[in-house]
């Protein structure tokens, strides 16, 4: 069974500063791989998805990226903001529809 | 289009009793997904559908455990009897087989007394 796992489980870091985001996978035979927002009683958001063929994936201040012969990925935030703050969610899909998904880590961005 | 719609947005019941949690895809997605979230074990797929078909439901806990897709506009989460261990956010998910991104809905936080 897929195991995803996440590190840190929390972070706390001041405004402006860039920060990497951790995940890591079991089974390198995936599918894709994605990264979810997640805020305060709220739903999941989609933020970046990278297939298996890619390396990584760009959007805005955010950059995902995929090694998958070593089963880890990054979410590399930059010049980060208070709005940023949320918890931040892996999920890897084996089969290209199901996800599982990391237990998340909690970002605080402080002004 | 108004997302994934769940409801309630939350539920308070006493143990023993049956709940049922309710969930309305995106028009025109095909695979729609039912997942719970504690703090103890994250996010746990339960059970996923087709074109209103059950693919797989290995991730049901157990039993107590029903889900159906009556149509493609509809689908249930049903718990008889719930019990505290059962105390979850539960969210609903859909996706096009066409495309990639998953839309989640807000959830449903469900508290068992």
């Known amino acids: 069974k897929q195991e995803v796992t996440q590190i840190p489980a929390a972070l706390s870091v001041p405004e402006g500063e860039n920060l990497v985001l951790n995940c890591s996978f079991t089974?390198?035979?995936?599918?894709?791989l994605q990264w979810f927002r997640q805020d305060p009683g709220k739903g999941l958001t989609s933020l970046l998805l990278i297939q298996s063929s890619q390396r990584e994936q760009t959007s805005g201040r955010l950059n995902a990226s995929l090694d998958k012969s070593s089963g880890r990925s990054t979410l590399y935030i930059a010049a980060s903001q208070p709005g940023d703050s949320a918890t931040y969610l892996c999920?890897?899909?084996?089969?290209?529809?199901?996800?599982?998904f990391g237990k998340g880590t909690s970002l605080l961005v402080t002004p | 289009d108004a997302g994934v719609i769940q409801s309630p947005r939350h539920e308070v019941t006493e143990m023993g009793q049956e709940v049922t949690l309710r969930c309305k895809p995106i028009?025109?997605?095909?695979?729609l997904f039912w997942y719970r979230q504690t703090m103890m074990r994250g996010l746990e797929l339960l059970i996923y559908?087709?074109?209103?078909?059950?693919?797989?439901d290995s991730g049901m806990p157990e039993d107590r455990f029903s889900a159906k897709m009556p149509n493609a506009s509809f689908s249930t989460l049903k718990i008889q009897p719930s019990e505290p261990r059962d105390s979850a956010v539960y969210f609903c998910?859909?996706?096009?087989?066409?495309?990639?991104?998953?839309?989640f809905g807000s959830g449903t936080r469900l508290t068992v007394v």
């Open positions: 089974d390198s035979a995936i599918y894709n």
């Open positions: 028009s025109g997605h095909d695979y």
């Open positions: 999920a890897v899909s084996d089969s290209g529809y199901a996800l599982n």
């Open positions: 559908f087709n074109n209103n078909v059950p693919i797989d």
């Open positions: 998910a859909s996706r096009f087989s066409g495309g990639y991104g998953y839309t």
